[in-house]
């Protein structure tokens, strides 16, 4: 008996925990997800950029931009 009770509270609290991290809405996980994972916040509480993120988002917008440049242009 002593198993079904603590199996009752460990679903409980699992069932708990998952309420609370469904209130997290979709632009506060994307927000933590491209937060700088070795300094989120500088001192003045400004967000920081993860610098791999910004990385990966300038070289695809060289990609794309080349991409258009010679679609656009033809000899």
Same mark, same amino acid.
């Given at each position: 008996?002593?198993?079904?009770?603590?199996?009752?509270?460990?679903? @409980?609290?699992?069932?708990? $925990? &998952?309420?609370?991290?469904?209130?997290?809405? /979709?632009?506060?996980? +994307?927000?933590?997800?491209?937060?700088?994972?070795?300094?989120?916040? @500088?001192?003045?509480?400004? $967000? &920081?950029?993860?610098?791999?993120?910004?990385? /990966?988002?300038?070289? +695809?917008?060289?990609?794309?931009?080349?991409?258009?440049?010679?679609?656009?242009?033809?000899?």
């Amino acid at each position: 008996m002593k198993a079904d009770t603590q199996l009752g509270e460990m679903h @409980d609290r699992l069932i708990d $925990f &998952h309420r609370q991290s469904l209130r997290e809405g /979709l632009g506060d996980e +994307l927000l933590i997800r491209a937060e700088d994972p070795l300094k989120p916040r @500088d001192e003045h509480g400004r $967000f &920081h950029v993860n610098p791999i993120l910004l990385l /990966l988002a300038i070289v +695809l917008a060289f990609v794309f931009g080349t991409f258009m440049f010679f679609s656009v242009v033809q000899s």
